[in-house]
């Protein structure tokens, strides 16, 4: 059962979630949050296609990323941001159908290096399909006072 | 020296490129090729950003894969496209400055499977900054007959 | 429920590990396997270590390498072998105790590609701690005729 | 041109790849240093082969994470030990022949994280090979007092 994170929390992962302007850009939302974990949404739409008309793997890495960064953020103390030092993306199948989802799990949480996972997954016709794996190495930036 | 493409390869990889949405989205352009060798720049604009007003780092993600993509479908056979099967990407700091280079290259080239290495610049002010290092295994796909 | 091999490819996966010089001579064993599963594990020896006397990084990607390339053999038909194409090793922490285990599973089989992930764990007195993750690209081999 | 590393830096160095257990137990060698670059070496040994009588994967992982970390600490300030916290290791061909090199580069060096690149060749008969890349990220970890 996921941890449920208190109102302080909560309202500090949106807060940086909703000052990512590329995620506006993307129409995603957050749709799910506890501690460690965060799911992200978006339509699949045509302005993020590849060149045979399926969603560019690029988007697919942006939004599991967004969503690794943001389940680990969760964990971290006020007065934190996230950093992606890095991270690496395996792709599975191509994203097609309406809506791409991305769901992050921390797998390692540091005092100051954290690792997580996201899982990404279309949705077609109501039937999910996992399109994707990502791993991503975070760092927690103290904020500049 | 770099090796230049023939007339039908360069309208190969253009084509390709020019298919894109996602690098019409982003305002991305090719700005160089040869064999083996793709270079890909867009202006970094405000819609990218991520929480702290910085390009968000899946765009210079997006920009490196394209670039190593057409860089390893420059060396493929005629009737083929390329497939990034899965990528890692290191941040070096943050991009900040009006323009984002991708420059990549093709560091092993085999029949199906093909590893490519893309340096990411931001240019701020005229100088450039290397701001990431992707590495991608590109798979060749013969185009459905 | 893990889902049991049948004995023609439990011979097959164990014949291909008893094959490999370089496990024999960390003293690794097969401690489990199923169907896109494999467990291995190993002693903590002091003629592998790095420089401040844990076990060396690169000992636990071998044996977890060795898991996740039989996970994802035991998935592929007869008279194919596997090949890694790359793979990516996070560390957690250092590996101190007297055994190292290496649990790997198949998270997507293709026909050509599959992708496996593999947990790696020390166990001191008794007490597992998770030390690593790692993330492998599998190309099934068909055997020379 | 390499720039050279002065009489204590090289001494650190080394003091630090002479502890490394593991590589002496995989004969490796260090066959060049500079600022940023180091070369490693050894011998192509069938006790540290994989199931089709080629050198392990893993072992060409050793001896270029080894290399990385080493060329990572040559730049660290004295006091300071490497610490690799991830990897990301493709293949391109088996390795064979007499021997194993691993010359590695340091790409981005900061106070704490260092991305490093690391290439692997193999020798037969005289003639060098690539055998694959691996892509390292080291942190810099001050000693206990």
Chains 1, 2, 3, 4 share one sequence.
Do not use: W
């Not at 302080?8 to 807060?15: E, I």
């Not at 389940?71 to 103390?77: R, T, V």
């Not at 100051?112 to 077609?124: H, R, Y």
Request: glycine share 6%.
């Amino acid at each position: 059962m996921p941890t449920l994170l208190d109102a302080d929390q909560t309202a500090r992962v949106h807060a940086s979630f909703d000052a990512q302007a590329f995620m506006r850009t993307l129409d995603a939302r957050m749709t799910g949050l506890a501690a460690g974990q965060c799911e992200l949404s978006m339509p699949i739409h045509a302005a993020f296609a590849q060149q045979h008309g399926f969603l560019h793997g690029a988007v697919v890495t942006a939004l599991s990323d967004s969503a690794a960064g943001h389940a680990a953020l969760s964990l971290m103390p006020p007065g934190s941001s996230v950093l992606a030092i890095e991270y690496k993306q395996n792709f599975f199948a191509p994203a097609v159908g309406d809506t791409l989802i991305a769901r992050a799990e921390v797998v390692r949480s540091g005092k100051s290096v954290s690792v997580v996972t996201a899982k990404a997954f279309s949705i077609a016709k109501g039937v999910e399909k996992p399109v994707g794996l990502l791993v991503a190495t975070m760092m927690t930036m103290p904020d500049a006072a």
